[in-house]
């Protein structure tokens, strides 16, 4: 016979608490205290908590300082933003043109640069401008359409912003003229209005125009992608322009941006190539955001 030890007596020990919740039923408390189920994490049947990262942002200025609370804001302060900025810019191209086209044609070489310049620098100083900071400093209908196919600027916005910034153009424009006169009428001022040369056909030219937007589509999707690369992202498209405009200007005209033209052209009386310029850059930036897409580097787009 094997002798076994008397079993313990059981004591009772209270059960745990039973606590009442919003669905009627009863829910056991854990017998640590109240606080220790909060310490314990979820449960086996927990599930992953709603996304909560950044959704699309409204393009480039923005990006520079986003903190945890930053988002787009509403659209129209957003979209008077980008109007205003447009004319601003096209205001001084104008004022640049008429200054630099002057009666000394040794100097004609080096117009394309020094405008380059002065673009891309306005370009960058106005992304980074608190007006920039709020709108996104696009001021480019193909950089607006880039963005959306990129997958950071909702494409609900792609037409006000450049309806916004196409008016802001005629705006600026129409400004130079009232403050300098009838000298930016007249040849070879003509509003600032881009011109290809003779040599470049319709069709040259809108492979230009798509091919530096299909490029600058790229350098977004790459410099949007890290933080570092927004910071710089602004002067990465000031000098990207500079170039454009020293290089190409004197060839299909280095525009690369439908606003750039729209409002020159218009006032100028210089349509018979607007189309070229409107449409060209549209198409770059459409395929840039897709070989974006081919390479991982594009979100989706909303």
């Known amino acids: 016979m094997t002798l076994t030890p008397a079993p313990e007596p059981v004591v009772p020990r209270p059960g745990p608490e039973i606590r009442p919740t919003a669905t009627g039923h009863r829910a056991p408390e854990s017998p640590h205290g109240p606080d220790a189920d909060a310490d314990a994490g979820p449960g086996p049947d927990a599930g992953p908590g ?5 959704g699309p942002d409204t393009g480039l200025g923005r990006d520079l300082d986003l903190g945890p609370d930053a988002g787009p804001g509403p659209l129209l302060p957003r979209a008077v933003c980008e109007a205003a900025l447009t004319a601003l810019l096209l205001f001084l191209i104008v004022t640049a043109v008429r200054w630099l086209v002057g009666p000394d044609p040794g100097a004609a070489a080096a117009r394309p640069a020094v405008l380059g310049a002065v673009v891309g620098t306005l370009l960058a100083l106005f992304m980074v401008s608190p007006p920039g900071r709020c ?7 193909a950089v607006s359409l880039a963005l ?3 997958g950071v600027f909702p494409g609900r916005e792609v037409v006000p912003y450049a309806v916004a910034q196409l008016a802001g153009s005629v705006f ?7 403050v300098w006169g009838p000298v930016t009428a007249r040849p070879p001022v003509r509003h600032a209005s881009v011109r290809a040369d003779p040599a ?18 790229l350098m977004l999707a790459v410099l949007l992608a890290s ?16 170039l454009v405009i020293g290089v190409l200007g004197p060839l299909s005209g280095g525009s690369a941006n439908p606003a750039r033209q729209f409002g020159p052209a218009l006032l100028a009386g210089d349509t018979g190539r607007l189309w070229v310029y409107v449409l060209g850059p549209a198409l770059g930036a459409v395929l840039g955001a897709w070989l974006a897409g081919r390479t991982g580097l594009r979100r989706t787009a909303g």
């Not at 600026?172 to 009232?178: K, N």
């Not at 933080?227 to 500079?242: F, S, W």
């Open 148 to 150: 959306w196919r990129l």
């Open 50 to 54: 709603p996304d909560t990262g950044p």
């Open 200 to 217: 470049w056909g319709d069709a040259a030219v809108l492979a230009a125009e798509a091919g530096v937007l299909a490029g600058s589509t």
């Open 227 to 242: 933080p570092g690369g927004r910071r710089v992202l602004p002067y990465a498209v000031g000098l990207t322009t500079a």
């Open 172 to 178: 600026g424009v129409w400004c130079a003229g009232l």
């Open 135 to 141: 709108s996104g400093g696009h001021l480019n209908p």
